[in-house]
């Protein structure tokens, strides 16, 4: 499975960006697809994620209510919208896989990794 990420940029903060990101490869469900990001000398952390079926998604505290993770069955890819983006926000931003669901990529237990797009929000 490979993962192709899109969508990374510079914005002004308030501004949106729409990330994407989309799967190649052998699937199966219940695969789970999500985001995760690292900022210049931070641990990478959970973002998003969403399960196949696009159910319950899961999202990290600090962006409840400006992030918006969706996914596309038919095209494998997860999508995820980012409004009133903030500085704090800056981050190389990964999308990731887990062949055994939702639960599993929320935890950070994830089988795949796709390279990451750098996400800068001017204060």
């Known amino acids: 499975v490979q993962l192709q990420a899109f969508g990374g940029g510079l914005v002004q903060a308030g501004g949106s960006l729409r990330l994407s990101c989309a799967a190649s490869?052998?699937?199966?469900?219940?695969?789970?697809m999500g985001w995760f990001r690292q900022a210049p000398g931070k641990d990478r952390e959970f973002v998003a994620a969403?399960?196949?079926?696009?159910?319950?998604?899961r999202y990290l505290d600090s962006v409840k209510g400006r992030f918006t993770i969706s996914g596309d069955t038919a095209k494998n890819t997860v999508y995820l919208q980012m409004n009133s983006l903030k500085p704090a926000d800056t981050a190389v931003y990964y999308c990731a896989l887990s062949q055994w669901g939702l639960a599993q990529v929320a935890r950070g237990s994830v089988d795949y990794w796709g390279k990451g797009t750098l996400v800068t929000v001017s204060s």
């Open positions: 490869g052998r699937t199966f469900s219940p695969y789970g």
């Open positions: 969403i399960s196949r079926g696009g159910s319950s998604p």
